[in-house]
């Protein structure tokens, strides 16, 4: 990739005005959507995979560089990474580490279906979401999203990063109004883009992009 990405452009110029009452309307009603056999049967294949370790979900990890970095990092944990994108899992060749699986499905469904197991993560990465910055896209960004008030139930140490500060921003304002509590969010300093965790990531960096995160850890709440 060429280190000549931009920054997202938007009208907004800081949280949407809408996104609290959208998030609390997602918390009174449930979403109901079907699910697709696709997903579940991409879900079923990861819970067969999954050795019962601590699990980390790499939820749309791209080429799934990020979740092979993750396994490797921490051995006594499962990664699955989940895209719904074959084309990218697909540039993952060669052996995978043991203790990971790449699934492809759609997150929608894939994290409902955790969440109906009960399945309680130990760690849970949004690297770079795609942001969706224009004003009247906020239901595509995951926390204006309908399934986010699901994201919660998973636990875990959930951390979102962006090129975007005001995806990160709004992020952190969402899941403070799902858990009760006030969250915050950072600018990522130099030493955490020492070694870019994953393909998103190098190409901002090496583009010289401030890079943002928010990380909360909710595994005693869950
Ligand atoms: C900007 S890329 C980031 C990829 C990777 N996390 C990284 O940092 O390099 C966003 C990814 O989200 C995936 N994605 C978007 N919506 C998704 C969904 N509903 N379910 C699963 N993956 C999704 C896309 O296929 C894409 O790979």
Redesign the pocket.
Known sequence: MRANSRIPTSAQTGIHERLGELVDRHLREPFRKPILDYNRAAFDAAMAAWNGQPLIL??????G??CVLLAQQHPACFAIG????EA?LSTQKGELPPNLHLAR????D?WRLLAERGVKLERHCL????PWPKIGHLARRWHGHAVFPVLARLGGRIECRSNWRIYVEEFAFALGRVIGRDIGWETMGPEALDAP?????RKYRDSGQPLYRCVVDLRSAA
Do not use: I, K, M
Request: glycine fraction near 4%; charge should be negative.
């Open positions: 790499d939820a749309a990890c791209g080429t560089a990020s989940v895209d719904q994108s990218r499905a759609d997150l929608v894939f690297f770079y979401p795609n965790v994953s393909p998103f990531e």
